[in-house]
């Protein structure tokens, strides 16, 4: 079961997601997609935090949300990113600085 994000809240944040005749998804394979992400997450910052938050944690649940949006885009094709423009690519973006703020939680340098 999800912690920090929902089916609801990726449909709403990305609505071609819902939109099954595009992608072939239902709400099983994004709910897969996110236990993915949360999976990692707490992977990574269970090392120095107890999990889960009592009260939850807003900045993994901005963080779970974007980066399922992330690899549901990339993996279903609803965002290309040719070599030529995908360090100009806005997911592709804030994929990147998802993963550095993650790291930065992981080393101590950001706390929760």
Not at 1 to 25: E, F, H, K, R
Not at 61 to 77: D, K, V
């Amino acid at each position: 079961m999800p912690y920090y994000t929902d089916i609801g809240s990726v449909y709403g944040g990305y609505p071609a997601i819902n939109t099954a005749q595009l992608t072939g998804l239902n709400s099983a394979s994004v709910l897969a997609f996110i236990n993915q992400t949360e999976n990692e997450i707490n992977a990574k910052v269970s090392n120095r935090y107890a999990l889960p938050f009592a009260n939850g944690c807003p900045i993994l649940a901005t963080l779970a949300l974007r980066e399922t949006i992330f690899r549901i885009g990339i993996g279903r094709g609803l965002v290309h990113y040719p070599p030529a423009v995908q360090g100009r690519a806005p997911l592709a973006v804030q994929h990147d600085m998802d993963q550095k703020l993650l790291g930065q939680i992981m080393e101590g340098e950001v706390n929760l």
